[in-house]
């Protein structure tokens, strides 16, 4: 190689190298739980899109049925195991957010009880065995939430950010809401806020699950704390610019212009749970996955699409459109998810 090739050479070499580190940002610089986002046509980084790990508090009302065999219900019923139920609903939510909503159990507690009523009313075996074969349920049917609270110090856990919410597990009649939001300012989940818990100064929510139920069902109740999150982050949008309004229309409510429905109403569903619909329909859906360059191009969907009436799959469809991505359109973060794992986020 001559001299003036060398020369060169090196030239470009460090013209390359300088504009590789115009475009990148030192590592300091992106927040803690976020990934870097993408470079603009500006050689500017977006906002990048945050990575959610909220830590989780398991806590299982599993009791023992017989105490000869210290057979506990979930076993004397033969239903699902609880570890399987948990690790199946973390993957599927870690595989529908690409990552970016990544669930940790940091405690488990078993608990070899019936949880107390609003009234103080426990359920022993024999009692809860008769509202199984028929029998009235004990009314009132709602858990003591406040309670489980102090029972736990879970309102100082989460103000020393040791948990961010909590996984309540029983059986039906339990008493659980499938989502409730509590703390200072915390509002509609799917339930109402949790009275006499403003002096957390963290909103979290308590997820109510049932071991009698599979992973289709856990979606379900997480699909439904979805809607209501997002309707509180787009509250204060004008309706005609309301992107969750848009993402949630369906043929029925919206003809021609169907997106992605809600966890009840698919884009062609004509009732709640119709998710086993063949009927065509124009939907926008294929735009989603594209957020937030949404093109207005539609393509016939039916069923097909979203698992023939399979509740766990169609959940699946539905979240894995969620949008996830970097920046801001307006002053909502592209990256949804971020608000549906922590609240607190919201308007921020």
């Known amino acids: 190689m001559t001299n003036k090739t060398s020369k060169i050479s090196g030239l470009i070499q460090s013209l390359f190298g300088n504009l590789k580190r115009l475009l990148q940002v030192p590592s300091s610089s992106v927040p803690a739980g976020q990934v870097p986002g993408p470079v603009s046509a500006l050689g500017t980084r977006l906002e990048p899109a945050r990575l959610i790990s909220p830590r989780v508090l398991l806590i299982v009302f599993d009791p023992v049925m017989d105490l000869s065999s210290g057979e506990r219900l979930s076993r004397k019923m033969n239903w699902p195991r609880v570890d399987d139920l948990v690790t199946g609903f973390i993957t599927d939510i870690a595989e529908t957010s690409t990552g970016l909503a990544r669930y940790q159990v940091v405690e488990r507690v078993d608990l070899n009880e019936f949880p107390a009523k609003t009234d ?3 359920y022993d075996p024999e009692g809860y065995m008769a509202v199984l074969r028929g029998a009235a349920p004990h009314t009132p049917s709602m858990v003591d939430y406040n309670s489980i609270l102090d029972r736990f110090n879970i309102i100082e856990r989460v103000n020393n950010r ?16 499938e989502s409730r939001m509590a703390g200072k300012g915390a509002f509609w989940c799917n339930s109402p806020a949790l009275e006499k818990t403003s002096i957390c100064e963290r909103k979290f929510i308590i997820m109510g699950f049932s071991y009698e139920r599979r992973v289709g069902e856990m979606l379900e109740s997480f699909g439904h704390r979805c809607e ?18 848009k993402f949630s229309r369906y043929d029925q409510k919206n003809p021609g212009k169907a997106e992605i429905g809600n966890i009840h109403f698919a884009p062609n569903s004509e009732s709640d749970y119709d998710w086993n619909n063949l009927r065509m329909v124009s939907s926008h859906c294929d735009d989603w996955l594209h957020f937030p360059n949404l093109t207005g191009l539609g393509r016939q969907v039916n069923s097909d699409e979203w698992g023939n009436g399979d509740i766990r799959l169609h959940h699946k469809w539905w979240l894995h459109h969620l949008p996830r991505v970097a920046g801001r359109t307006g002053q909502i973060a592209n990256n949804w998810w971020q608000y549906i794992l922590d609240p607190n986020l919201i308007g921020l």
């Open 120 to 122: 103080g009313f426990r």
């Open 228 to 245: 209501s999150i997002l309707i509180k982050t787009f509250e204060n949008v004008r309706p005609e610019v309301n992107l969750y309004e």
């Open 162 to 177: 040791e948990i961010d919410e909590v996984w309540l597990f029983g059986f039906p009649q339990a008493g659980f809401y």
